[in-house]
């Protein structure tokens, strides 16, 4: 119930689509690795280990083998673009 007069605050709903495939443009300094992680503390809402980052690596790796153009997922250059699978 609220108080006539106080300021209603609301809490915002966050929704994170773990299912949806993102697609993100190599930027100077990227490595699949910190994608990967990246993409999973987005989801989590939490850094995620290295446990849990290793296996989503590797899908993410699997998942852009036709997109990087060098043919190693060790060098990737600024500018491509590449998939990141659902987490």
Do not use: C, H
């Not at 495939?21 to 990246?38: K, R, S, Y």
């Amino acid at each position: 119930t609220a108080v006539s007069g106080a300021p209603v605050i609301e809490t915002p709903i966050v929704t994170t689509r773990r299912e949806e495939t993102v697609e993100v443009i190599v930027e100077p300094g990227d490595n699949m690795w910190t994608l990967a992680e990246a993409r999973l503390r987005e989801v989590m809402g939490r850094p995620p280990t290295d446990a849990e980052t290793g296996p989503y690596w590797r899908r993410v790796v699997q998942a852009n083998r036709d997109r990087i153009k060098s043919g190693d997922p060790d060098l990737i250059f600024p500018g491509e673009v590449l998939i990141l699978p659902p987490a």
